[in-house]
């Protein structure tokens, strides 16, 4: 089917989509922990095909068979949010401690309205489609543990493309962008821990100060970034806590002094190097001043690398569509994370971005994802759910 034809049958479908996105916004859960989001989505999905559970980390797979043979395609909706104290006004706005302050319930509901799109019509469907609703996007892993699970091959089959849509709360609304090769940044974080020996802090030569070579340590990191690393290939090495000492008192040198910093890369050449002259810029000033450090990667998404043939493929799907302005060719890949990248990582596939910066606020007003203040456009609604069942159906008509 056409997208012109799906984007009908989704307009019929906006109130709905708008309900149950404001419901999920106001039940808001964070990492792999998400029992009533899950018990929300599998409510919806009821009815239109298998829908298989893994309560562990609140994830879902739904399979709808096409009324002819042929492959299978991935969709994919995270379902996590963020530990942030919303601040929007909104007459829905989540009162526990969490927001869906990445559009998370935004993606959930184009998920759901996706799947009823495919489901009316699967009679025309020449293969299957797997529904992929997952948690643990921001930072848990969420797209590794389901691939690990193997629940990509709920259909019985290797999916020949995957596709997500990932709206913004600064883009215009309704404007759909995407570029072939690296979209997003790989995203993870190191920790290091400068050790010491405690003191009076009146005189410091008794002791082991670590927090002058922490000083030392991350005042480094910039020229070695902006050195070693080609402009051209960024690497983005930003320093997010430091923690010594207390602050109730002075007059005491701390035995330990530490930070925290996100490394993001756009290749898997600098992925790798930028770690290891990390960690050997650390130990060195922690040689020069007589202290031991531990240094410690923790686990990072993957660069997100969209397929120029399934890129392709959203253009001239969109555009014919919707017309030509309302897609648009990404000049540069942005630095934030998304594990949608370990996806694309097995299977072919593109990663969209949607405009859905409210429209009455001004736009100097726009508050970027992540912000407490963050407000999204739901009217997009079925615009992205009628776009995802039009790619499945595209991919699946070949």
């Not at 994830?59 to 601040?87: K, S």
């Not at 759909?176 to 020996?197: E, R």
């Not at 100097?364 to 995802?388: C, E, M, T, Y």
Request: hydrophobic share 45%.
């Amino acid at each position: 089917m056409k997208l012109k034809a799906l984007a009908d049958q989704a307009t019929e479908m906006t109130a709905e989509l708008k309900k149950l996105r404001r419901e999920l916004h106001q039940i808001p859960e964070f990492g792999l922990n998400l029992p009533k989001t899950l018990a929300v989505i599998e409510r919806e999905l009821q009815g239109l095909g298998e829908i298989s559970l893994d309560h562990e980390i609140s994830c879902a797979t739904l399979v709808i068979r096409g009324g002819r043979p042929g492959p299978t395609v991935l969709l994919r909706a995270d379902m996590d949010a963020l530990a942030v104290t919303e601040d929007t006004g909104l007459d829905f706005a989540s009162t526990n401690g969490y927001m869906h302050a990445c559009g998370h319930d935004l993606h959930m509901a184009m998920g759901v309205g996706a799947a009823k799109l495919l489901h009316e019509n699967r009679e025309q469907l020449a293969g299957d489609v797997i529904m992929f609703f997952q948690s643990g996007e921001e930072g848990h892993g969420g797209a590794d543990l389901m691939i690990e699970r193997r629940m990509h091959l709920a259909s019985g089959s290797m999916p020949i493309a995957a596709y997500g849509i990932h709206v913004f709360s600064v883009s215009t609304s309704g404007l759909f962008s995407c570029k072939a090769g690296p979209l997003m940044a790989s995203a993870g974080d190191v920790i290091v821990k400068f050790t010491g020996k405690s003191g009076h802090g009146s005189m410091p030569w008794t002791g082991k100060d670590p927090i002058t070579p922490m000083v030392q340590a991350i005042a480094g990191i910039q020229p070695m970034v902006t050195k070693s690393f080609s402009a051209f290939d960024q690497v983005i090495v930003n320093v997010g806590w430091i923690n010594a000492g207390d602050t109730h008192t002075t007059n005491v040198m701390p035995e330990t002094a530490s930070f925290g910093a996100t490394i993001r890369t756009f290749s898997k050449s600098h992925f790798e190097r930028v770690r290891s002259e990390i960690k050997i810029l650390m130990e060195s000033v922690a040689v020069s001043y007589g202290v031991e450090v531990e240094v410690e990667f923790l686990p990072a998404s993957r660069v997100l690398n969209n397929h120029k043939a399934n890129v392709e493929r959203v253009q001239a799907v969109i555009e014919e569509g919707f017309g030509e302005e309302r897609y648009e060719t990404i000049q540069h890949p942005i630095t934030g994370g998304e594990d949608f990248a370990t996806i694309l990582d097995h299977i072919p596939g593109a990663f969209v971005f949607l405009g859905a910066a409210d429209p009455a606020i001004p736009m100097d007003h726009w508050q970027s994802n992540h912000s407490n203040k963050a407000r999204f456009n739901d009217d997009i609604l079925p615009d992205g759910a009628a776009v995802l069942a039009a790619l499945a159906f595209d991919a699946l008509s070949v």
